[in-house]
């Protein structure tokens, strides 16, 4: 399978893309590097460089036809979502509805997706 990984270079990420590439499967991770780090990704997995927020977005998954979206790309610091809560909305919740609409009108398959549910 071809997986999309949102936040791959992160710790959970990039544990998970590790996991997928064991198995097998085609990992493309998408990711700003905000603050995950490039050498925690696989060196078998391909990066696109992007904040899911962008535009782009769209043309990605159109044209990588991902079978599978794991989502765990989001602004995580607990000061900058006190300090900026329209800042950690627009990367949390619209970010995420950005990748989930691109996922939704390629068709991808699966969609799975991390939260701390707080």
Avoid at 86 to 102: F, P, Q, R, S, T
Wanted: proline fraction near 1%; glycine fraction near 8%.
């Amino acid at each position: 399978m071809k997986i999309a990984i949102t936040g791959g270079a992160g710790f959970i990420g990039s544990h998970i893309a590790d996991t997928y590439i064991a198995a097998g499967h085609e990992v493309v991770i998408l990711d700003n590097f905000s603050s995950g780090k490039r050498e925690n990704v696989n060196e078998q997995a391909r990066i696109i460089e992007i904040d899911i927020t962008s535009a782009d977005i769209d043309l990605i998954f159109k044209n990588e036809k991902f079978d599978v979206l794991n989502h765990h790309a989001a602004q995580i610091d607990v000061r900058v979502s006190v300090n900026s809560p329209i800042l950690d909305a627009k990367l949390n919740i619209l970010g995420g509805l950005n990748v989930y609409e691109a996922a939704a009108k390629y068709k991808v398959k699966k969609i799975i997706f991390a939260s701390s549910g707080g």
